[in-house]
């Protein structure tokens, strides 16, 4: 009887010791310099998180702390190297005055060489009062901003003065716009978005346009509110995605989608999706999902970013809950171009989704217990490799919306989700080295037994001896 270790998986996997270093780290073997995979969450307790990937390679997080008292800046070389980036402090509010209390929703943009970082801010006389909001910017005196001085630049002057909050900046067809959160007098909401080009960091070349006032069942749970402006171009369009409803499970993303070719500056050429496009999920625990933005991971691939709690009930007023987590996860499109968020993935490693190189349209999804091949929705799509106590570098693969769930191969070569067991056959027989052909395609080989590996037949998965020769195509599976 072997016992399940390093030993029994060398002998029966030495040709996947790469690939089982390289996955256990969350790296594939082509790409053992790779990036590892980010894990969620990626950020504890950085709400609102700005995260993009400059020209100099390097990634910026920055966001609200839970004491909302102070601006942060981190980078890393990779996104998940975000989770342990060193964090610098970069400004404090200050002592008195309109920007001695809360500091919300910073984001870091470069204006003309300059890097200037824009927030929402109050006073601290307590009551009502601090509820004064207004949008400031601080600029840093060099260009690098984690350490250069930042002092303040001044304050955003808005068309109404009144409560406004969550501004982006976006460039578009060579103009450079301003959106943001504000309460306009006499529409009786908490914000409503804007937008307008902008002539100087904190002023604006023309008269704003109102894009979207909160008014749908979603949008007014609790608050009514439209906030959080982000800005996605893609396929010929505009993808705006904003936050809605009150901070907490009820928070959710809203979209309006733009042709890339319209008056943006129109409000009519601005089409609101109906239904939310990202919402709290009960299966993978993740609530209030919102305030995102967007970037992309090292291999190009388009990234949501977002906080979430994975908790639902929450005590006392939401905005002082500090544990909305930064979160991270990949986008996917559909045929007509437009994006599918699909569901909150979780906590763990982002999960990737599987095509047969044969049906390179398809993707590896569940239904129930059965394990298919075919089109779908993106949650039953999402497997997430967890380490295996088959040794190291196997892995199991977990369905994002069936966690209790893993991949086995059963004897008889058939494939399905089933409980996961410790029993000694059960571990081996559901447990998997992700060989990496090249950069997006693995080979799934089952744990002790490298002549064994998965393949797509009949519309579904199974078991088969590892091709002697050739490609064998319906054994290799990409990676997105
Ligand atoms: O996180 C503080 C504020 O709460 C953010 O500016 C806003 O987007 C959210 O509602």
Redesign the pocket.
Known sequence: MLPLDRRFFLAGAAGSLVAAKASAAGLRATDAAAAPVPVNPLVKQR??AQVFRHADGYYYLTG?VPE?DRLVLRRSRTLAGLATAEERVLWRHQASGPMSG?L??PELHLFDDKWVMYF?AGPSGGGEDVFRIRTYAVVCDGPDPMTGSWSVLGKFESPFDGFN??STIFMHRGVRYFCWAEREPGIETNSNLYLAPMKTPLTLAAKAARLTVPTLDWEVRGFK?A??PAVLARNGRLFLTY?ASA?DDRYCLGMLTARDDADIMDAKSWTKSPQPVFVSSDVTKVYGPG?NSFTVDEQGRDVLVYHGRDYKAIEGDP?FDPN?HTRVQRIYYREDGTPDFGIPVGNGLVPDRFSPADAPKQFVRHDGDRVLVGAGDIPSSQFRGVASMAGSGAVTLVPIDAPERVLFAAPDGSVRLAQPQRDRQFVLRSSFVREAVDRDTVRFVLAGRPGMVLSHADGGLRLVARPKRGAAPNTLFRVS
Do not use: I, K, P, Q
């Open positions: 709400a609102d609200s909302y809360f919300w929703a929402a909050l969550d509110v906030e959080a936050s901070t305030h905005l909305r």
